[in-house]
C-alpha cells in the first residue's frame, strides 16, 4: 500500500496513481486533512471493502472498470464515469465486478446546518 500523498501542482494520471494487486484491495491517500480525505482505490474481481457506517458523506468516483456500490441495502452498479454520494451514517459497502479504481472522497466539515 502506497500513502504517501501526490505532489501538488503536478498533473497526474489518476489511473496510474494505484496498480491492481490480485485478491486485494489498495488505496493511496492523495490528499489527508483534518477536514477530508482524497483516496484512490483499485480493487480486484470479486473482492469486497467491509461493511461500514461511515459519520461523513462519502463521494465515489469510478474512473475504471465497474463496481457495486450498496448503500442500506440498495444495489447500484457504477461504471467509468459515474458517481454517487454514500451518505452519512448508512450502511454501505464496495464490491468489484471487474478490476476497478475509484477515487473516495471524504468532506469531514461538522458545519451542516451553519450559513457562513
Same mark, same amino acid.
Do not use: C, W
Given at each position: 500500500?502506497? /500513502? +504517501?500523498?501526490?505532489?501538488?501542482?503536478?498533473? $497526474?494520471?489518476?489511473?496510474? !496513481?494505484?496498480?491492481?494487486?490480485? $485478491?486485494?484491495?489498495?488505496?493511496?491517500?492523495?490528499? $489527508?486533512?483534518? +477536514?477530508?480525505? &482524497?483516496? @484512490? !482505490?483499485?480493487?480486484?474481481? =470479486?473482492?469486497?471493502?467491509?461493511?461500514?457506517?461511515?459519520?461523513?458523506?462519502?463521494?465515489?468516483? &469510478?474512473?475504471?472498470?465497474?463496481?457495486?456500490?450498496? @448503500?442500506?441495502?440498495?444495489?447500484?452498479? !457504477?461504471?467509468? =464515469?459515474?458517481?454517487?454520494? &454514500?451518505?452519512? $451514517? +448508512?450502511?454501505?459497502?464496495?464490491?468489484?465486478?471487474?478490476?476497478?479504481?475509484?477515487?473516495?472522497?471524504?468532506?469531514?466539515? =461538522?458545519?451542516? =446546518?451553519? /450559513?457562513?
Amino acid at each position: 500500500m502506497h /500513502n +504517501t500523498e501526490i505532489e501538488k501542482s503536478q498533473v $497526474h494520471i489518476l489511473v496510474n !496513481l494505484v496498480e491492481y494487486v490480485p $485478491h486485494s484491495a489498495v488505496f493511496r491517500t492523495l490528499v $489527508h486533512t483534518i +477536514t477530508g480525505n &482524497i483516496i @484512490i !482505490l483499485a480493487i480486484d474481481s =470479486g473482492e469486497k471493502l467491509e461493511e461500514k457506517i461511515s459519520p461523513f458523506d462519502s463521494y465515489i468516483q &469510478i474512473i475504471e472498470g465497474n463496481s457495486e456500490i450498496v @448503500i442500506d441495502n440498495q444495489s447500484n452498479i !457504477l461504471v467509468a =464515469g459515474q458517481a454517487i454520494i &454514500i451518505p452519512a $451514517h +448508512t450502511i454501505n459497502l464496495i464490491r468489484a465486478n471487474n478490476p476497478s479504481k475509484m477515487i473516495i472522497t471524504v468532506i469531514k466539515s =461538522g458545519y451542516e =446546518g451553519i /450559513n457562513i
